[in-house]
């Protein structure tokens, strides 16, 4: 109950394609829900975070859709470019605690 | 640059070494992890410290033994490792009064045991 599962485990993309990326979770106490972002060589960095209250937040070029009732929630990469390839990885946690639950991430490839 | 050290970058050790890693933050956060990173593996979480205090060891095998003599100093202290533990080492902080739970990593150790 405590996973958070992602999918897909690596995707390949044009330069202007619109990468989705899915997560899903069954503990229904999670509240907090980010995205990071890690390029080769470096730790993963804070890209967006949603809480349960919007179903939906955008910042820049990245956006995450939250469906609550089905407990998933997805990025959006919008005009994706190739500096956009990385490793992303979506997590979960409770409140303001320690534990942040991540999923297995995905490798993003975009070409030129 | 997010504010985390580690050192070193790389490392390979025997079986039989003795090996510590170290993290310095910089950031005046009060709350630091470690984290190891597998491939196709999610981040699995190994120890938390609060204000010094560690207050979550995640299953962790004593090979592995954390210090944390600061707040903003974190040691990992590996002994007698086995060939499975060798993986992307991170560390991480945060500030736990701080709105959200965002942490910021460090580029990892890379550790390699032969």
């Known amino acids: 109950q405590q996973q958070v599962k992602q999918s897909p485990q690596s995707l390949i993309v044009q330069k202007g394609g619109i990468p989705i990326i899915n997560c899903a979770y069954e503990?229904?106490?999670?509240?907090?829900f980010p995205w990071y972002q890690q390029f080769p060589g470096k730790g993963p960095a804070l890209l967006i975070a949603i809480r349960p209250d919007v179903s939906e937040k955008k910042e820049g070029r990245f956006t995450i859709s939250f469906n609550k009732s089905a407990k998933q929630f997805s990025l959006h990469i919008m005009d994706s470019q190739p500096g956009d390839s990385a490793t992303y990885f979506c997590a979960a946690s409770i409140g303001n605690t320690d534990k942040l639950i991540f999923g297995t991430g995905t490798r993003l490839q975009v070409f030129p | 640059e997010t504010g985390v050290t580690q050192t070193p970058r790389h490392l390979v050790m025997g079986m039989t070494n003795k090996k510590s890693l170290k993290c310095e933050q910089h950031?005046?956060?009060?709350?630091m992890y470690w984290y190891k990173q597998s491939a196709k593996k999610p981040l699995e979480l190994m120890f938390v410290?609060?204000?010094?205090?560690?207050?979550e060891n995640n299953s962790v095998p004593s090979r592995f033994s954390p210090e944390c003599p600061n707040s903003s100093h974190l040691f990992l202290h590996l002994h007698t490792l086995q060939p499975e533990d060798s993986a992307l080492y991170l560390c991480?902080?945060?500030?736990?009064?701080?709105?959200?739970?965002?942490?910021?990593f460090g580029p990892g150790t890379r550790l390699t045991v032969l």
């Open positions: 991480a902080s945060s500030d736990p009064k701080g709105s959200g739970n965002e942490q910021f």
């Open positions: 503990n229904t106490a999670f509240d907090y």
């Open positions: 410290y609060n204000f010094k205090e560690q207050t």
């Open positions: 950031l005046g956060h009060n709350a």
